[in-house]
């Protein structure tokens, strides 16, 4: 149990286009889902944090407008990256959680952002 | 101070040795702890959660739990190679927010 899925895997996009990644639990209902972002070589950096039907908490120093976040159902969360400039080249990892039971995060399998 | 920090590494262990990861936090009402592994370009993956104090044990694995001098750890026995990965530490603070540490790179030598 307590599968996260991803997709796409892989995207490449080019300057100044908006990119949308999905973000679902598939075998259970997560109360709260969280975006990381990943530099190679560098630690997870904790994005933002959203509970179904309410707006996302950001992170400081993460801009509100460029990445979108909906979490509109138990089960699905999106991330937009609007405007993508090369340096938002990253890997973005989702995690779900059900804070109800336990405080496990189980992390998706990922998204490489390519932004040419 | 961070307030979950681990030793970047990398820590070499030979294979079939005992490997050690150490992780220290800093807020005393913590509560939740976790240990995850990494594969190079891959996604975190959950080995263990553990909540109260002393020693829980999962197959090769072991996490233990002192709250009084707040580290928490991870056993790996019969390290293998497969071992090797980058193994992060999380905490659930006393205001509900999972913080990773940074993580340490473990190599296993055959």
């Known amino acids: 149990g307590a599968v996260v899925s991803q997709h796409p895997s892989r995207v490449i996009c080019k300057s100044g286009t908006s990119v949308k990644i999905e973000c679902r639990s598939l075998d259970f209902q997560a109360t709260t889902m969280f975006w990381y972002r990943q530099f190679p070589k560098q630690s997870l950096m904790l994005m933002a944090t959203s509970n179904e039907g309410s707006k996302a908490t950001y992170e400081q120093g993460v801009e509100k407008d460029k990445f979108l976040i909906n979490h509109a159902s138990l089960t699905l969360s999106t991330l937009t990256v609007t405007s993508a400039h090369p340096e938002d080249s990253s890997f973005y990892i989702c995690?779900?959680?059900?804070?109800?039971?336990?405080?496990?995060?189980?992390f998706g399998p990922g998204t490489r952002l390519t932004v040419t | 101070q961070k307030e979950v920090e681990q030793n970047s590494g990398p820590l070499s262990v030979p294979e079939g040795a005992i490997a050690s990861l150490n992780c220290t936090y800093s807020d005393r009402g913590s509560q939740s702890f976790f240990w995850y592994r990494q594969y190079s370009g891959k996604s975190p993956e959950l080995i263990m959660s553990i909540y109260s104090n002393g020693d829980k044990e999962d197959g090769r694995f072991t996490a233990q739990l002192n709250k009084a001098s707040q580290y928490v750890s991870l056993l790996i026995r019969d390290s293998q190679p497969s071992d090797s990965a980058t193994y992060l530490c999380a905490v659930r603070s006393s205001a509900s927010k999972i913080i990773f540490g940074s993580g340490t790179r473990l190599s296993i030598r055959p």
């Open positions: 995690s779900a959680a059900t804070f109800s039971q336990s405080y496990e995060q189980y």
